[in-house]
């Protein structure tokens, strides 16, 4: 059984910095693409930030040069580092990690989300 747990999330004032952390279990996490995606209140959720398994990173425009994706894969662990936050930052990320096998194609797996706000 796939998990992703999250954890991090918070309060912090603008121009903040956080780091958010996802541990994920029950799949082969190396070669896997993991990343981020957030939702703002009354928003779709939007794609963040992404690492693949060769580590190759994307971000979202808004958040290029403030956040950075990183992984541990000794630790099945995917890191957001998010600084010089803004009050739109203030979202529900979410972490996910795609898992492909010959049998099943490509499955996407959810962690349960972790609020963020940004706010004086």
């Known amino acids: 059984q796939v998990q992703l747990v999250e954890s991090g999330g918070g309060l912090v004032q603008p121009g903040g910095s956080l780091r958010l952390s996802c541990v994920v279990s029950g799949m082969f996490f190396s070669t896997s693409t993991v990343g981020w995606y957030r939702q703002a209140p009354g928003k779709s959720r939007e794609l963040a930030a992404v690492i693949t398994g060769s580590e190759n990173e994307h971000y979202e425009e808004a958040v290029k040069g403030r956040f950075v994706v990183s992984r541990d894969n000794s630790e099945n662990t995917v890191y957001l580092q998010m600084n010089r936050l803004k009050p739109e930052d203030t979202a529900v990320y979410y972490c996910?990690?795609?898992?492909?096998?010959?049998?099943?194609?490509?499955?996407?797996?959810w962690g349960q989300g972790t609020q963020v706000t940004v706010s004086a």
């Open positions: 996910y990690a795609d898992e492909f096998s010959d049998a099943s194609g490509l499955r996407r797996y």
